[in-house]
């Protein structure tokens, strides 16, 4: 059941995880059917992308490639996972940040 339930999300699940305009049309794309396995990795993307952008800006401050390159690498691993995550049709959080973007992003339903 969860597996047909997860693949009539997948679209939207994966789309969250290709950009921040992917993110926004896959909020857009799940507007209407509510699938729960798309809202969480919408919430998962949106949160990965937002945590690019500050780690971009906390990175512009240090100027230096040996503190941005890990950082940036970091993140982008993340992405991949979630990507992959989805993909698979799993519901699994990131590590590290996956449970807070449950938390701080319930208004993506």
Not at 13 to 41: R, W
Not at 77 to 91: F, P, S, W
Request: hydrophobic share 50%; charged share 15%; glycine share 8%.
């Amino acid at each position: 059941m969860q597996s047909d339930y997860a693949k009539q999300g997948k679209t939207a699940a994966i789309v969250a995880y290709l950009s921040v305009i992917g993110t926004i049309i896959a909020f857009f794309m799940n507007h209407d059917d509510k699938n729960e396995f798309a809202s969480f990795h919408i919430r998962q993307g949106f949160g990965l992308w937002v945590t690019f952008y500050i780690v971009g800006a906390i990175a512009n401050i240090f100027n230096n490639w040996i503190i941005d390159t890990p950082l940036y690498i970091g993140v982008i691993i993340l992405i991949i996972y979630g990507l992959v995550t989805a993909i698979k049709e799993e519901q699994k959080e990131v590590p590290i940040l996956g449970k807070y973007f449950q938390e701080w992003f319930t208004f993506i339903r």
